[in-house]
Each structure stands twice: as C-alpha cells, then as structure tokens.
C-alpha cells in the first residue's frame, strides 16, 4: 500500500497507522492484554452490585512475601462461571474502580437521629452500638407466644438482608446467629 500524505495525517492512532502500512496489530494486542495478567494471582469472587450475582475473576500482583502488599491490576468476568460464563454489565465491568477509589469507606459512620450527617466512629463502638440496639429492640419486641397461646419465641421487628458476596460459611453463621435471637425474616440479595 503507498498511503498519501494526506491518508498519512488523517491516520491519528497507531490501529489507523498500522492499517495503512498493512500491519495487522491483533498479535501485538493479544501479547500486551496476555502480560498484563501474566503474573497475576487469579482470586474468584462474586460482582456485590446486583442479584444476578455474576462471577469475576480479580487479578492482583504482589508475591504475599513480607512487606508487599497485593494490588489489584484487573477484574473480568470468569469464564467458568455458569451464571455470566464471562460476561460482565458495565457495573460489573468498572469493578476495579470500586476496588481502588479513593472515596470508599474504611471505617464505620453512624447518622444519628435527626442529624443531617454521618460521623466516624471505631470498630468497637460500632459493635456496642449495634448490640445494644438489638437488645434493645428484641427485649421490647419479642412474642413468645402467638394469639392461640402457642409458643412461638420470634422477633418479628428485626430483619437480616445479607449480600451476594457472603460466603457460605458467613451465611451459615448468620442463619444460626439470627435464628438464636429469634429472627425470621431472613433475606439474600443474591439469588446463588
Ligand atoms: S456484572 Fe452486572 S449483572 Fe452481573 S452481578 Fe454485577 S451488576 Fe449484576
């Protein structure tokens, strides 16, 4: 191919440039997409956006040696999943930017009745704040029996909604915990 000069200038990207030359770029994609990864630790995981609970594929570079700390260089949607079978929405697709932003929440915020903000508070007092409430509301809520006189022992003013992203161990444990107070309305965002 002899581009003009013309065709030349309008080529404003290498794609552009090398399909003037005849270059076929799709190896050189393919190599750089293949090093992006290729060092990676693969960790699956489930998309926390939404209940269609897609399965996803995290990359992360740090070889777990003293002092290094992971870092996530790519998310995509796994390919083994029977769910999206790779696919991912645009949600899911900006997943890292969830992952690394420098506005997500690390520590607890409570919003107190009638406030107009959220404040930080500790770990600790988040629990006892939590406990408290719990308490609270199921020693003034609680029905042990119903209006035949049969004996029930539920809390009918607590709800659990857990995520898609709760394991099964971590949903066992809170079936168990909201069983023990109780509770029975128990929910899932997700539908695994
Ligand atoms: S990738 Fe999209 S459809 Fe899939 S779980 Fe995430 S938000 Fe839902």
Same mark, same amino acid.
């Given at each position: 191919m002899n581009p003009t000069r013309r065709s030349f200038l309008k080529a404003g990207t290498g794609a552009v440039v090398a399909s003037v030359f005849g270059f076929d770029l799709k190896t050189a994609y393919a190599e750089s997409r293949e090093l992006k990864i290729a060092r990676t630790t693969e960790t699956r995981s489930t998309c926390?956006? =939404?209940?269609?609970s897609c399965g996803i594929i995290i990359h992360t570079i740090g +070889?777990?040696?003293?002092n290094v700390t992971a870092q996530v260089v790519h998310v995509e949607g796994d390919p +083994?999943?029977?769910?999206n079978r790779g696919t991912l929405c645009p949600k899911g697709s900006s997943l890292m930017q969830d992952i690394l932003n +420098?506005? #997500?929440?690390l520590k607890p915020q409570v919003r107190r009745p009638g406030s107009d903000h959220w404040e930080d508070i500790g770990w600790d007092q988040a629990y006892n704040e939590i406990a408290r409430h719990i308490k609270t509301t199921r020693d003034a809520t609680?029905?042990?029996? +119903?209006a035949q006189g #049969?004996?029930?022992? #539920? =809390?009918?003013?607590i709800a659990w909604n857990g995520g898609c992203t709760d394991t099964n161990e971590f949903n066992f444990l809170a079936v168990k915990t909201m069983r023990s107070l109780g509770v029975v309305f128990l929910e899932n965002q997700a539908r695994v």
């Open positions: 926390p956006y =939404c209940s269609v +070889d777990k040696a003293k +083994d999943h029977p769910i +420098d506005r #997500r929440l609680f029905v042990a029996t +119903d #049969r004996t029930v022992n #539920r =809390c009918e003013s």
